[in-house]
């Protein structure tokens, strides 16, 4: 699904991504963990094509496509979903809009029909519903006001009703008390853990992958990926920390 190959990219001038590589195959979860400033946000931001993530070497693949060579909402077209520590507020926007014009964007991009209003609200109240989201956070403005947990109930029901081939979640769980992530945890597995569907789980700490089990586990230092292992790598993470393993 996902193929990156020797992967450099810079920030700022300077060299942060620096000969990574990294394959997933669709059905896997992966997790990258790593110290601090290793370079774990700017893989989810060069992945999504943010202005200043400079490519300087290597390829990625996406779906069998050059994923680099896409602007940023045609890589999101293509099945690429983002989610990120400190989910936005729109203030003036509510859920349904948003979520309603997001999803439909992707749909004509992909030459599918756009779904009306009513079909919109179907699947999206069934998504709440699924995901433990009160129906009437669906008609307030994006995050406005919510709780720590509720933006990432709500993120997970963005998640579920774009329903992505492949979700870069990046640090989604800093911060987050036991039932939020549980609410991730749920989340993910409900949503992403198909055959036909994967997950790069980006996380400092080992305790999200309590709630999802990752079938490999990458650790990321200096800008590539310097070790990788099953599940058991994140608890030897935990035991040992990075400096053991990344050295
Ligand atoms: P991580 O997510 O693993 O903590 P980041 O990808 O956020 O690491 O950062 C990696 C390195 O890139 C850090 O040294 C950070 O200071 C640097 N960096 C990030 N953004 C910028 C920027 N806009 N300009 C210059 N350096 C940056
Ligand atoms: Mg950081
Ligand atoms: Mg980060």
């Known amino acids: 699904m996902l193929n990156i190959e020797n992967l450099s990219a810079e920030v700022g001038g300077k060299t942060i ?40 070497g290597g390829s990625v693949r996406f779906l069998g496509e050059d994923l680099l060579a896409k602007e940023p909402h045609e890589r ?14 729109i203030p003036g926007v509510s859920n349904v809009q948003f979520l309603r014009s997001a999803l439909n964007a992707q749909r004509v991009a992909r030459g599918q029909a756009e779904l009306s209003g009513g079909d ?32 990432k109930r709500n993120e997970m029901v963005q998640m579920g009703i774009i329903d992505p081939r492949l979700a870069i979640l990046d640090e989604t769980d800093s911060g987050l ?16 853990r198909k055959p036909d569907r994967a997950v790069l789980l980006i996380t400092h700490y080992q305790r999200l992958l309590d709630y999802v089990k990752p ?25 040992e920390g990075y400096g053991a393993l990344a050295a």
């Open 17 to 56: 991504l620096n000969g990574l590589s990294l394959s997933i195959n669709a059905g896997e979860i992966h997790a990258i963990m790593g110290p601090n400033g290793a370079g774990k946000s700017t893989l989810a931001y060069t992945l999504g094509g943010r202005p200043g993530y400079e490519v300087t």
């Open 76 to 89: 999101a077209a293509a099945g690429l979903f983002l989610g990120f520590q400190y989910p936005v507020e």
């Open 120 to 151: 919109f609200l179907r699947l999206a109240r069934a998504q709440a519903d699924a995901l433990g989201l009160a129906q009437d956070m669906l008609k307030r403005p994006v995050n406005v006001g919510f709780s720590g947990g509720e933006k």
């Open 177 to 192: 008390d036991i039932d939020a992530l549980r609410v991730v945890g749920h989340g993910i597995n409900t949503i992403m």
């Open 215 to 239: 079938d490999f586990v990458h650790v990321l230092a200096g800008g590539r990926i310097v070790r990788s292992g099953g599940a058991e790598l994140a608890l030897e993470l935990e035991r």
